[in-house]
């Protein structure tokens, strides 16, 4: 009998769950009964992100854990697609984040956390919690920007992402947050495309529309989806991400040695603190064996990068948190972006800035999905 592991909701001790994963194929019971398979070793998490073997495709799940039950105007969204399609949906949206982009990514997000931080300037001695007034609006707003979405909506953003992201199978309330979130994005996400319809801007929304309309290179579905993917995976790790090492770093005495040396610590930082325990779902095309145990064709197969990126067997190898191959994720660069322009500039704006409470009493989110503090109380001055 193989023996079933559980996979948890809790942040703390998140990283010694996913190593015990590790040790070839585990299966796993997820919190809302759904059964899975965890494999966690680096070498084997790096092979099968991008191995056709694993699809992400939904018409591949033969039971277990599949994800949302979305309608399908958010379901047509990269994370459910595979092969040509998938390639043909990435390729409007990703130059607007590659390389090419770096310097307008750059400026646009400098320029948000600029005021953000002028706004946050003006609570000086005051106890903040850097989650609202700091690390999700920074996120928001420069999603907001990239997509051409009002300012206003970016609390709405967060309300949804949120209710998405922590849902419980088990309990009903989470169940009607979840809809509501749902619903949310499909009446948002359709006013704001027949708003630019109606009046196309300079952004990756009108853009997209375009390429609906004019070219026939997107169905309708795929182009609703495109702006919920953005709206919900480009929030939660590029808000989630900074709260967590902010609150790391003003756990520590070494906070100034490490900024002062930002370039070479960053990276580790990042690694310790990403908030995305698993890679996208994947489900089994074929039987697949390891060593004596077998993955059923239509069992879903969830990757753990925590397992993978702490693995010794690692040594020295690239970090998987963003994945790799042709899922490798698009916000990437974003991310990485709004951490330079937050963390750094936020120990050095506030040297004094401590914890408003205990680390050990900070609170997280109960999610097995994405791990991030609910919430980050600091004190930004030690003046009265």
């Known amino acids: 009998m193989v023996e079933t592991v559980t996979i948890g909701t809790a942040a703390r001790g998140r990283h010694a769950e996913h190593e015990a994963f590790r040790g070839g194929v585990r299966k796993a019971e997820l919190p809302g009964g759904e059964q899975a398979w965890v494999i966690a070793g680096y070498d084997d998490v790096a092979r099968l992100l991008g191995d056709p073997r694993l699809s992400v495709d939904k018409k591949h799940s033969g039971g277990g854990y599949s994800g949302f039950t979305l309608p399908p105007a958010l379901d047509r969204n990269l994370m459910n697609m595979d092969g040509d399609t998938h390639g043909r949906v990435r390729k409007l949206a990703a130059p607007a984040f590659s390389r090419k982009s ?89 006013e704001l495309i027949a708003a630019k319809r109606s009046t196309p801007g300079e952004d990756l929304l009108s853009s997209w529309i375009k390429a609906r309309d004019d070219e026939d290179r997107l169905s309708e579905d795929e182009l609703v989806s495109l702006a919920f993917l953005l709206m919900l995976a480009g929030l939660e790790n590029a808000a989630l991400l900074p709260g967590a090492m902010i609150a790391a770093l003003l756990d520590t005495e070494d906070r100034r040695t490490i900024i002062a040396d930002w370039p070479n610590h960053r990276a580790g930082l990042i690694e310790r603190h990403n908030p995305l325990p698993f890679a996208i779902r994947r489900f089994a095309v074929t039987d697949l064996t390891f060593g004596d145990q077998t993955i059923p064709k239509g069992d879903t197969v969830l990757l753990s990068l925590f397992g993978a990126d702490s693995d010794p067997a690692r040594n020295g190898r690239p970090s998987l948190m963003f994945g790799r191959g042709p899922h490798y994720c698009l916000g990437a660069q974003v991310t990485d972006l709004i951490v330079d322009a937050v963390v750094p500039a936020f120990c050095t704006r506030y040297p004094d800035a401590r914890l408003a409470i205990p680390a050990a009493n900070l609170v997280y989110r109960e999610s097995w999905r994405s791990h991030g503090l609910a919430e980050l109380p600091v004190r930004l001055s030690t003046q009265p």
């Open 102 to 190: 770096a310097e307008i990514l750059r400026a646009s997000v400098d320029r948000v956390a600029a005021d953000v931080f002028t706004a946050l300037s003006e609570k000086d001695g005051d106890t903040v919690d850097l989650m609202t007034e700091l690390c999700m609006p920074v996120s928001a707003l420069v999603i907001a920007e990239q997509l051409g979405v009002p300012s206003d909506l970016y609390a709405g953003m967060r309300e949804a992402a949120t209710a998405m992201m922590t849902f419980d199978a088990r309990s009903k309330a989470s169940g009607q947050r979840l809809m509501a979130a749902i619903g949310w994005y499909t009446t948002t996400i359709a």
